[in-house]
């Protein structure tokens, strides 16, 4: 059951009516066993994990809340703390280190291959992992007082809106909200409706229509031509973000029509001047847990190194953010790549000033735009293709050569299918920029009735008719 399913449709529309139907005290029942079924749908031992893990997490925060000695404290802590990480590493990376391992073995003519067994993977384990371990550091660090209601606390680890792929809320933001009562509101829910089809938008007219296309290109690079490679290297951060950024739309809005405000994940990234700040707006929730959590204590632990200091807990904490996003060394290359180029960007800011004063501050800024986009491009290969040979080979290829003709750079599209995506990302991008400067969602419910249901009418056609249906999964949910 994802956003895009008749099932979910189906249990949203349930769980609204009956959240607004019902007395207030039992509208957060409603919500955590509407919770309960779309985590059950998958797989019933999905709901069991994700369960227990909410209710020790609960036990083991009021635990540490409990403890009046430091010492006694710290140990309280640190054991919650080893729980959730070996409970996340024997979940999502057991078979990664059980592979390499075996390979190790092999060298020494031990055959261990036939002792591995594949662990399943949970759905959405990263996330409430993350929110669980992000909640018994501020109890430890008294940012949070222990929650003291166990429904609440199941609630916001199991929210079915931000199960999957989050945005990672914080305790303090979301527990005070599940504290008020909810009444309904035509503005709030309509608002989070349009942001919903906004997402639905998002991935069905440009993330569905790319996505097929690029993963036949990464999936027999040996086959395509080296201008084919390059094209697809392009496009793939795009297919990226209208994928994960329409979720968390459809998230964040589904989460508004229940009267409950999400953090948002996405802040116009491609506008971004360095790999730094582009790590400000991509996947904010995560970004900020991992600099606060991770970089910010790593850091004061080796202040007395210095500078050193700082790109040492920027190359630690970007390769551990690698490592979350899956287990294989592609993802470990992925995350040193971001940290050494942060690292380098904070040690050239006086050069790179230099030079903005030299050329100018709009050429410099296009110029630090385009790179950073081919810097994160470049980047997202081992994001992409987990076979570190098939990357190699994609980057030794990279070139503007085609086999037969330049009809090979639509990347087998249609001529229709080139201008619909290509006009879409255009007008996602002048959203975008638009939506930086007013909320055209708000402003759009203040036009004439006539006017504002025209454009809701169209935006709906244009979904049916150029929308490409048939694949309801996210890129982020393999996370």
């Given amino acids: 059951m994802t956003f895009l399913s008749l099932p979910f449709v189906v249990l949203f529309t349930c769980c609204l009516i009956l959240f607004y139907s019902v007395k207030s005290n039992y509208q957060k029942i409603v919500l955590l066993l509407g919770s309960c079924v779309f985590v059950g749908y998958f797989n019933i031992a999905y709901l069991i994990i994700a369960a227990l893990i909410s209710a020790i997490t609960f036990y083991w925060g009021r635990w540490i809340g409990a403890q009046k000695g430091e010492n006694k404290r710290k140990r309280v802590f640190v054991g919650g703390i080893l729980f959730l990480v070996l409970f996340l590493v024997s979940f999502k990376y057991i078979n990664f280190i059980g592979e390499n391992i075996a390979v190790l073995l092999g060298w020494f003519g031990i055959d261990w291959k036939g002792a591995i067994t594949s662990v399943f993977f949970p759905l959405g384990i990263s996330f409430y ?17 222990p929650e003291r209601s166990l429904p609440d606390f199941m609630l916001y680890m199991l929210f079915f809106m931000k199960f999957l792929s989050g945005p990672i809320e914080r305790a303090f933001d979301m527990l005070p909200q599940l504290k008020l009562e909810k009444r309904f509101d035509y503005d709030t829910v309509t608002y989070g409706l349009k942001l919903v089809l906004i997402g639905l938008m998002k991935k069905v007219i440009i993330a569905d229509r790319l996505g097929p296309h690029l993963d036949t290109i990464f999936a027999s690079v040996h086959d395509a031509s080296g201008a084919q490679l390059l094209i697809a290297g392009l496009l793939y951060p795009i297919e990226l973000y209208a994928d994960f950024s329409g979720y968390t739309d459809m998230a964040i809005g589904g989460a508004m029509m229940f009267g409950y405000k999400l ?8 506008v971004a001047k360095t790999i730094t700040d582009f790590w400000r707006r991509w996947h904010m929730s995560l970004s900020f847990w991992v600099r606060d959590y991770l970089y910010q204590p790593i850091a004061a632990s080796k202040r007395y190194w210095g500078q050193w200091g700082i790109i040492y807990a920027l190359v630690v904490t970007f390769i551990i953010l690698g490592i979350w996003h899956g287990a294989g060394w592609n993802y470990v290359i992925y995350g040193l790549i971001q940290g050494l180029v942060i690292s380098y960007e904070m ?4 050069y ?9 501050k709009s050429v410099f800024g296009v110029y630090s735009i385009l790179r950073t986009y081919l810097l994160f491009a470049f980047s997202l290969l081992f994001f992409r293709i987990s076979s570190l040979p098939e990357v190699g080979y994609m980057i030794r290829n990279l070139s503007f050569h085609v086999n037969s003709s330049f009809k090979e750079l639509r990347l087998g599209m249609s001529d229709h299918e080139c201008i619909v995506a290509g006009i879409a990302v255009v007008m996602l991008f002048v959203y975008e920029y638009f939506m930086s400067k007013k909320d055209l969602i708000k402003e759009l419910g203040q036009c004439r009735k006539v006017v504002r249901w025209s454009i809701y009418y169209l935006f709906v056609i244009l979904v049916f008719l150029f929308g490409q249906f048939g694949s309801e999964d996210f890129i982020y949910l393999q996370f």
Avoid at 347 to 350: D, G, S
Avoid at 352 to 360: A, C, S, T
């Fill in 263 to 270: 953090s948002p994940n996405f802040n116009r990234p491609f």
């Fill in 352 to 360: 790179r000033n230099k030079v903005e004063n030299r050329v100018g």
């Fill in 129 to 145: 992992t993350f929110q669980a371990l992000g909640y018994l550091i501020d109890v430890y660090w008294e940012e949070e007082e």
């Fill in 347 to 350: 040690l050239t800011v006086a």
